[in-house]
C-alpha cells in the first residue's frame, strides 16, 4: 500500500509539471496597447488602456485611401471601442461603435499578437474584424 501511494503522488506530480508546460504562453495578462491592422488591411486602430486603466479603448487611425468613403471616413480618428470593462484575461466587453450605432461587443486575444473585434445588434446582425498588432505605442 505505501508504494502504490509514491506511485500515485510521483504520478501526480509529473501530471501537474506536464499540465504546466502544456499551459499556453499567453496565459500571462495581456497588454493591448499599440497599433495594430485589421487583417484584410483596409484600416489600422490604436489601442490603448483608458478610464480607470484597466479599460480598453480603440481609435480607428487609418483607412487605406482606396478603400475610403463618405461612410467609413466620416469615422476616422474616432473610437470604435470605448471604455470596454476586462471580462478575463483575454477579452474586454462593452460599448462597439458600427458605423455610428452602438452595440454590445467584445474584443478578445486569439495570439499574442491578435485580437478580434466583435458586435451584435440584435443578435443577428454581427461584425468581425481580426486585427494584427503591428507596432507600440
Known amino acids: 500500500m505505501h508504494v502504490s501511494k509514491r506511485i500515485l503522488s510521483g504520478g501526480l506530480a509529473i501530471l501537474m509539471g506536464l499540465a504546466?508546460?502544456?499551459?499556453?504562453?499567453?496565459?500571462?495578462?495581456?497588454?493591448?496597447?499599440?497599433?495594430?491592422?485589421?487583417?484584410?488591411?483596409?484600416?489600422?486602430?490604436?489601442?490603448?488602456?483608458?478610464?480607470?486603466?484597466?479599460?480598453?479603448?480603440?481609435?480607428l487611425i487609418w483607412i487605406r485611401p482606396d478603400v475610403v468613403n463618405d461612410r467609413n471616413k466620416q469615422y476616422l480618428n474616432t473610437f470604435v471601442v470605448e471604455g470596454a470593462n476586462r471580462?478575463?484575461?483575454?477579452?474586454?466587453?462593452?460599448?462597439?461603435?458600427l458605423y455610428g450605432v452602438s452595440v454590445r461587443g467584445s474584443v478578445q486575444r486569439l495570439a499574442p499578437d491578435r485580437m478580434q473585434v466583435r458586435g451584435c445588434a440584435l443578435i443577428i446582425l454581427c461584425e468581425r474584424k481580426t486585427v494584427t498588432r503591428i507596432g507600440s505605442l
Open 87 to 97: 471580462y478575463n484575461d483575454r477579452e474586454w466587453r462593452g460599448t462597439i461603435n
Open 20 to 59: 504546466a508546460c502544456l499551459t499556453p504562453a499567453y496565459a500571462a495578462p495581456f497588454d493591448p496597447t499599440g497599433l495594430w491592422e485589421a487583417t484584410d488591411g483596409e484600416s489600422r486602430y490604436e489601442v490603448a488602456l483608458c478610464g480607470d486603466g484597466t479599460q480598453l479603448c480603440a481609435k
